[in-house]
C-alpha cells in the first residue's frame, strides 16, 4: 500500500461551511488512504490579514448563504442552522476564546481534538448555546467526554501564551498555503500541497487523490428500490 496522503483540515467552528467540509473529510478518512490533520485556526486572523469579507457581510451573498445552507443541511446531512442573532454570534461575539479552548485540548490531547470540534459547532449552529464564556467551555468539554483533569487543564490554558502561539501558528500556516477563508484544505501530493477552499470541492480532491467519491454520506445507499 502507498504512504497515505497528508490532508490538513484548518477550520473555525464559527464557519457553518468547515462543519460540512469536517464531517465529509470524517467519513471518508477511514475509507480513503489517507491521514486526516485537524488544523484549528482562527477565521478572524485570516480574514484581516487577507482584507476578505464574509458572505454575511454582502446583503446577496448574506440572501444566498441562508439558502445554501439550507440546501447544503439536506444533502450532507449536517445539521445546521443559523441563530436568529447571526450578526451578533458571528461578528461580535466571535470565536476567538473557542478556537484558543479548542487549540488548548488539541495540544496535549488530541484526541479529544474531533468530539469537542463538532460539540461546539453544535452549540452555535444547531442548539444556538453560546461559546464565549467558561462555563460554556466547561459544559461543552463535559458533551464531548473530556475527563475532568484534561477538562480543567485545557480551561486553564486558554489563555496561556503557548494556547495563542499554537493558534497564530496554525493561523500563520494557512495564509502560507494561500488561505483566504475556511475551511481551507490542503493535500499532499507528491510533496506538492494542493490547496482547496470550501466544503464543495471533496469530489475533485477524491480525484486528484485516485480515490472514490461516493457522495456526502458513504456509509449510506444512494441507490432507489
Known amino acids: 500500500m502507498t504512504r497515505p496522503v497528508l490532508i490538513e483540515l484548518f477550520y473555525d467552528v464559527i464557519s457553518p ?10 467519513r471518508y478518512k477511514t475509507r480513503w488512504n489517507v491521514t486526516l490533520s485537524l488544523k484549528p485556526f482562527f ?19 448574506a440572501s444566498y448563504m441562508i439558502a445554501d445552507l439550507s440546501r447544503l443541511r ?40 474531533e468530539r469537542l470540534s463538532r460539540v461546539l459547532w ?4 444547531q442548539t444556538h448555546q453560546d461559546i ?4 460554556s467551555f466547561e459544559q461543552a468539554g463535559k458533551e464531548a467526554r473530556l475527563n475532568d483533569n484534561v477538562l480543567q487543564d485545557s480551561l486553564a490554558r486558554i489563555a496561556a501564551q503557548e494556547t495563542k502561539d499554537r493558534l ?13 477563508g ?27 487523490m485516485e480515490e472514490r467519491w461516493e457522495g456526502p454520506q458513504p ?6 428500490l
Open 17 to 26: 461551511y468547515s462543519w460540512i467540509a469536517f464531517e465529509t473529510l470524517c
Open 43 to 61: 477565521l478572524g486572523g485570516i480574514m484581516k490579514e487577507t482584507g476578505n469579507h464574509a458572505p454575511a457581510m454582502v446583503p446577496n451573498k
Open 74 to 113: 439536506e444533502f450532507y446531512k449536517v445539521p445546521i442552522y443559523l441563530p436568529e442573532d447571526i450578526f451578533d454570534v458571528m461578528f461580535k461575539k466571535g470565536s476567538l476564546s473557542a478556537q484558543r479552548f479548542l487549540t488548548a485540548v488539541d495540544m496535549k490531547n488530541p484526541e479529544f481534538t
Open 122 to 125: 453544535t452549540r452555535v449552529f
Open 132 to 135: 464565549t464564556k467558561l462555563e
Open 168 to 180: 497564530t501558528e496554525f493561523t500563520k500556516k494557512a495564509l502560507q498555503y494561500g488561505a483566504f
Open 182 to 208: 475556511a475551511p481551507t484544505i490542503v493535500a499532499h501530493l507528491k510533496e506538492k500541497p494542493e490547496v482547496f477552499f470550501g466544503c464543495d470541492r471533496m469530489e475533485l480532491l477524491a480525484h486528484i
Open 219 to 224: 456509509d449510506v445507499s444512494t441507490h432507489k
